[in-house]
């Protein structure tokens, strides 16, 4: 794939931080391959139960084609249909490991913009406030490092750098 295409990964939130991010899912089959420009991530994760690497993506940003990220998706099942993994509330992790250096600023900037973009599609006014937390707690990203935004029912979404929680947006929605 060229490019994933979510309408939200972790239901109204985590479209508008995919979204936000340039993350466009298509989640059209699950991964063949755990390598996509020169990133390996693991085929399975391990959290309460075991997640699967359902497909990569790399972001490739502005019209100079920058690669910037290469991103995956964990769920418990492979899915083919994105409203399937956005419809069962079950854990789902999304992995950016950055190609590039990426400042606060910018990437504040994107997800602020995406979160608009995605209000505008979908009635995100229950979730307003959350969603006003994810630009605030991003840091800078530097080339190598990975953004995680981990999903948990009943619980809500641990946004980690390199697996340490830098925020935590509370709640389902």
Not at 13 to 18: G, H, M, Q, R
Not at 57 to 72: K, P, S
Request: include cysteine.
């Amino acid at each position: 794939m060229t490019a994933i295409r979510a309408i939200g990964l972790l239901k109204a939130t985590t479209a508008a931080i995919v979204l936000s991010a340039g993350l466009w899912a298509g989640l059209s089959a699950p991964a063949q391959s755990a390598i996509c420009a020169g990133i390996d991530l693991p085929d399975s994760i391990e959290r309460e139960e075991t997640l699967v690497l359902n497909g990569m993506g790399i972001r490739i940003a502005t019209i100079f084609n920058f690669h910037m990220y290469v991103a995956g998706l964990y769920v418990p099942e492979p899915q083919t249909d994105p409203e399937s993994i956005i419809g069962i509330d079950q854990s789902r992790v999304l992995v950016m490991v950055f190609l590039r250096d990426v400042s606060q600023r910018t990437m504040r900037k994107a997800i602020a913009e995406a979160i608009e973009v995605n209000a505008a599609e979908r009635d995100l006014s229950s979730v307003i406030d959350q969603l006003a937390i994810v630009p605030e707690v991003l840091p800078d990203v530097n080339e190598g490092q990975s953004l995680i935004f981990d999903y948990a029912p009943g619980w809500g979404t641990a946004v980690m750098l390199d697996g340490e929680t830098i925020g935590n947006i509370e709640g389902d929605e």
